[in-house]
Nanobody, 119 residues
Framework: QVQLVESGGGLVQPGGSLRLSCAASGFIVSNYAMNWYRRIPGKERELVAT???????NYADAVKGRFTISRDNAKNTMDLQMNSLKPEDTAVYYC?????????????WGQGTQVTVSS
C-alpha cells in the first residue's frame, strides 16, 4: 500500500524556519521523482519543489533560495527545509509522487500539514 504522511508543520514567525518531512511506505523514495505542493486557501495547489530520481531539484520562483528539498534514503523520507519564511508561505503542504501500478500512472498524495507564518 502506497502511503505518504507529512509532518512538521506548525506556526512560525516571519523569517523563521521549519522542516517538513514526508514518510513514505509502499515504495522506495530514491526510485521516484517526488514533489512538494502547497495549497493556499481559496487557491489551487501549486508545485513548490521537485526532486528527481537522480537527485536533481527544481523550485518555484517564490521559494527559490529559501526552501531545500531532499531525500533521506535511510529513513525513506522526503524533506522540505523552509527558511526565511514569509506570511505568503502560509498553506497546507503536501508531498506527492506519481507511480505506475499495473498500467495506470496516478498521483499519490499525503494528507497535508499546515504551515502558518505569522507574527
Amino acid at each position: 500500500q502506497v502511503q505518504l504522511v507529512e509532518s512538521g508543520g506548525g506556526l512560525v514567525q516571519p523569517g523563521g524556519s521549519l522542516r517538513l518531512s514526508c514518510a513514505a511506505s509502499g515504495f522506495i523514495v530514491s526510485n521516484y521523482a517526488m514533489n512538494w505542493y502547497r495549497r493556499i486557501p481559496g487557491k489551487e495547489r501549486e508545485l513548490v519543489a521537485t526532486i528527481t530520481r537522480t537527485g536533481g531539484t527544481n523550485y518555484a520562483d517564490a521559494v527559490k533560495g529559501r526552501f531545500t528539498i531532499s531525500r533521506d534514503n535511510a529513513k525513506n523520507t522526503m524533506d522540505l527545509q523552509m527558511n526565511s519564511l514569509k506570511p505568503e508561505d502560509t498553506a497546507v503542504y503536501y508531498c506527492n509522487t506519481y507511480i505506475t501500478i499495473l498500467t495506470t500512472r496516478r498521483p499519490y498524495w499525503g494528507q497535508g500539514t499546515q504551515v502558518t507564518v505569522s507574527s
